[in-house]
């Protein structure tokens, strides 16, 4: 059993900052590649940043130079952290990991965290 579990989130307001952190654990051999979206409200799903296991980051262009992702390998541990925060980041944030669990398969598969709000107001 693979678990993703998410903490961090809150009310900041417009100009703040919060980290998210989000941990495996479970049946794990390794971790691929790890990244974080967000939902918000009247809003389709959006990929906000993904991360290598070597740690190359990508993000959507709306959060480049406010937003930085990490991970800790040892620790099967991804971070968001979120600067200079606005009203259009708030959202519901989601954690995704492609993890494999067994030795004798090299298939990994999408785990999903369960959501943590993020909201930025005044």
């Known amino acids: 059993q693979v678990q993703l579990v998410e903490s961090g989130g809150g009310l900041v307001q417009p100009g703040g900052s919060l980290r998210l952190s989000c941990v495996a654990s479970?049946?794990?051999?390794?971790?691929?590649?790890m990244g974080w979206y967000r939902q918000a409200p009247r809003k389709e799903r959006e990929l906000v940043a993904t991360i290598t296991n070597g740690g190359s980051g990508n993000y959507v262009d709306s959060v480049k130079g406010r937003f930085t992702i990490s991970r800790d390998n040892a620790k099967n541990t991804v971070f968001l952290q979120m600067n200079s925060l606005k009203p259009e980041d708030t959202a519901v944030y989601y954690c995704n990991a492609k993890i494999r669990r067994v030795w004798y398969s090299s298939n990994y598969y999408d785990y999903w965290g369960q959501g943590t709000q993020v909201t930025v107001s005044a």
């Open positions: 479970g049946s794990i051999v390794s971790i691929n590649d």
